[in-house]
């Protein structure tokens, strides 16, 4: 639909008028494409080196791709990386299930627990210098619940009055969100809950954009409109330009409400797994992005490299492998054998060098909502005699989707593969670019696809990805019974009710069997010593990078 039309007239024309006094954008002969920021800050000069003479620059490396600026159109963690220094969340969730201020400097919960109210900083703005209001919150909900097209967070809007179980608007702009004064927004729940499923989850996924800029654009085009390809955030760095695949060079929001950056130019880029920790001790790296690890192999010389810090965060995320439920040859019985096959403990002593933790679902032990009943098992015979009595083709091979750039991924699907040859199950390896494998996972196009998940501090984390009809339902699970159980969670408001609902949903996960849950991972994050105040230990996505507060020491 197309919002508040003539308001976006006038704010095109200014915005017009502000491009023509920087210079406007361009395409460079080298394929880049540049934008000055807004016109609130000119770029600086660049040497030949790509560099600025003077200029105090930050380089954060990721070793995945970015899929799209486009917030509410991603599940890529690479691209949510890059996105949340461009655009802002309404909170910051911590390790220990705490929140801080992002957007939002505070927030409460009615009585009733059916409305959560949040009062944003006075003194945001926009990259054009626009201040962000209230509207701008209400007009991104109102995207992210559009039933003009399915953005693939939608699902994460369900939560809310006016909207169904797919997170769909029931009428137009009908879901339940509210402006009550230019820094104060409600938002209306369907029923009492606790509101730390909506902190937690909602808010991972829920980026503020521009009203003023995007309002006229229906909503059904916006997810390609050019806007994307130069956008104007109100976070803590302005795009300036992109080399396609390679790198993104950002300016310092001087202006940022949290705090003025202590950089110039925040250059974020794509990096080898295997140049991470030269690149750190070189100094042409300064920190990794959130889904960026220190390889294994290099673990040990990291903890001994002066200039470096190193530093293992055990975390919420997990590694999976799916299972494409669709396929008649894979009933659950050869699911749970093959989960059974899986030597788990080898992945984590050998693989991460015992900086992990096995899994067996979602959660680990030491999460508050695990059921305690679960237990790993690894038991090959078994394994093996259930493969025989299903009568398994021994001449079937199995295709195996594996992500490149993942080392930890791509070893353990060979030990995996070694695992299930022993129970008489062949298998075949497939590497693919990771926004190929989700394509593929998605369309149902694989046997057996690994995947992984960052986690949280709240149970409900992992319910969309089982839940049928969902875009994030890679195992094609048409069972409704888990989807149901799962988001029956969220009506429950005490912690021992929803644990019992938590505990039952668990239980019926492992009996469906329709992934198997490989092992936790610890954060290997590192960064340069001329860095300070680094946030150490964020789970959402494992972004939640605080540049703006980042000390540099040249």
């Given at each position: 639909?197309?919002?508040?039309?003539?308001r976006v007239i006038a704010a095109s024309l200014a915005s017009a008028m502000v491009l023509c006094a920087c210079g406007g954008s361009s395409t460079g002969t080298d394929g880049t494409t540049a934008n000055a920021g807004g016109g609130a800050q000119a770029e600086a000069p660049k040497t030949e080196g790509g560099s600025s003479t003077g200029e105090k620059i930050v380089t954060i490396a990721q070793s995945g791709d970015w899929d799209t600026f486009m917030v509410m159109n991603t599940t890529n963690a690479g691209a949510?990386?890059?996105?949340?220094?461009?655009?802002?969340?309404?909170?910051?969730?911590?390790?220990?299930?705490?929140?801080?201020?992002?957007?939002?400097?505070?927030?409460?919960?009615?009585?009733?627990?059916?409305?959560?109210?949040?009062?944003?900083?006075?003194?945001?703005?926009?990259?054009?210098?626009?201040?962000?209001?209230?509207?701008?919150?209400?007009?991104?909900?109102?995207?992210?619940?559009?039933?003009?097209?399915?953005?693939?967070?939608?699902?994460?809007?369900?939560?809310?009055?006016?909207?169904?179980?797919?997170?769909?608007?029931?009428?137009?702009?009908?879901?339940?969100?509210?402006?009550?004064?230019?820094?104060?927004?409600e938002f209306t729940l369907k029923t009492p809950m606790d509101p730390s499923i909506v902190y937690a989850l909602v808010n991972r996924d829920f980026f503020i954009i521009p009203k003023h800029l995007l309002s006229g654009i229906a909503d059904a085009d916006l997810v390609n409109d050019p806007f994307w390809q130069k956008p104007v955030g109100s976070g803590p760095c302005i795009f300036d330009s992109m080399e396609s695949g390679v790198s993104i060079e950002f300016l310092a929001n001087k202006d940022y409400y949290l705090?003025?950056?202590?950089?110039?130019?925040?250059?974020?880029?794509?990096?080898?797994?295997?140049?991470?920790?030269?690149?750190?001790?070189?100094?042409?790296?300064?920190?990794?992005?959130?889904?960026?690890?220190?390889?294994?192999?290099?673990?040990?010389?990291?903890?001994?490299?002066?200039?470096?810090?190193?530093?293992?965060?055990?975390?919420?995320?997990?590694?999976?492998?799916?299972?494409?439920?669709?396929?008649?040859?894979?009933?659950?019985?050869?699911?749970?054998?093959?989960?059974?096959?899986?030597?788990?403990?080898?992945?984590?002593?050998?693989?991460?060098?015992?900086?992990?933790?096995?899994?067996?679902?979602?959660?680990?032990?030491?999460?508050?909502?695990?059921?305690?009943?679960?237990?790993?098992?690894?038991?090959?015979?078994?394994?093996?005699?259930?493969?025989?009595?299903?009568?398994?083709?021994?001449?079937?091979?199995?295709?195996?989707?594996?992500?490149?750039?993942?080392?930890?991924?791509?070893?353990?699907?060979?030990?995996?593969?070694?695992?299930?040859?022993?129970?008489?199950?062949?298998?075949?390896?497939?590497?693919?670019?990771?926004?190929?494998?989700?394509?593929?996972?998605?369309?149902?196009?694989?046997?057996?696809?690994?995947?992984?998940?960052?986690?949280?501090?709240?149970?409900?984390?992992?319910?969309?990805?089982?839940?049928?009809?969902?875009?994030?339902?890679?195992?094609?699970?048409?069972?409704?019974?888990?989807?149901?159980?799962?988001?029956?969670?969220?009506?429950?408001?005490?912690?021992?009710?929803?644990?019992?609902?938590?505990?039952?949903?668990?239980?019926?996960?492992?009996?469906?069997?329709?992934?198997?849950?490989?092992?936790?991972?610890?954060?290997?994050?590192?960064?340069?010593?001329?860095?300070?105040?680094?946030?150490?230990?964020?789970?959402?996505?494992?972004?939640?990078?605080?540049?703006?507060?980042?000390?540099?020491?040249?």
């Open positions: 639909m197309r919002r508040n039309f003539v949510d990386n890059v996105n949340e220094l461009m655009f802002d969340r309404l909170m910051t969730i911590n390790t220990d299930g705490t929140f801080e201020p992002r957007l939002a400097k505070s927030w409460e919960t009615n009585e009733a627990q059916d409305k959560i109210t949040y009062h944003l900083y006075e003194d945001a703005k926009w990259h054009d210098g626009e201040p962000v209001t209230a509207e701008d919150v209400v007009y991104s909900a109102q995207v992210a619940s559009s039933a003009e097209y399915n953005y693939l967070r939608r699902i994460r809007m369900q939560y809310f009055a006016g909207t169904d179980e797919t997170g769909c608007e029931t009428s137009t702009d009908s879901v339940e969100v509210k402006a009550v004064d230019d820094h104060t927004v705090g003025t950056p202590d950089f110039d130019r925040l250059v974020f880029k794509k990096v080898q797994s295997s140049n991470i920790l030269s690149g750190l001790m070189s100094g042409e790296i300064d920190a990794l992005s959130g889904n960026t690890q220190i390889p294994l192999a290099d673990w040990d010389a990291a903890n001994n490299t002066p200039g470096v810090k190193a530093m293992s965060v055990p975390t919420f995320a997990y590694q999976y492998m799916a299972m494409n439920t669709t396929r008649e040859y894979l009933p659950e019985e050869i699911r749970h054998a093959i989960s059974l096959a899986i030597n788990r403990q080898v992945i984590v002593e050998q693989l991460l060098q015992g900086q992990g933790r096995v899994a067996i679902g979602p959660l680990p032990e030491d999460h508050k909502y695990y059921n305690t009943n679960l237990k790993v098992e690894y038991d090959p015979e078994k394994a093996k005699s259930m493969v025989e009595a299903a009568g398994w083709d021994a001449n079937r091979e199995l295709e195996v989707l594996v992500s490149t750039g993942n080392e930890v991924r791509e070893k353990s699907a060979i030990l995996i593969q070694q695992d299930l040859q022993k129970i008489g199950i062949k298998t075949k390896i497939q590497t693919l670019d990771f926004p190929t494998l989700l394509t593929n996972a998605r369309n149902g196009d694989y046997d057996l696809c690994f995947i992984g998940s960052a986690g949280s501090v709240d149970p409900s984390e992992s319910v969309p990805n089982v839940t049928a009809g969902y875009m994030n339902n890679f195992t094609q699970l048409t069972d409704p019974t888990l989807g149901e159980v799962g988001e029956s969670g969220a009506k429950e408001i005490t912690f021992e009710a929803r644990k019992a609902v938590y505990d039952k949903y668990q239980d019926i996960l492992f009996q469906q069997m329709p992934m198997a849950f490989l092992y936790f991972t610890n954060d290997l994050f590192g960064y340069s010593d001329k860095l300070e105040n680094v946030r150490v230990g964020a789970i959402d996505y494992n972004v939640n990078k605080n540049v703006w507060a980042w000390k540099v020491n040249k």
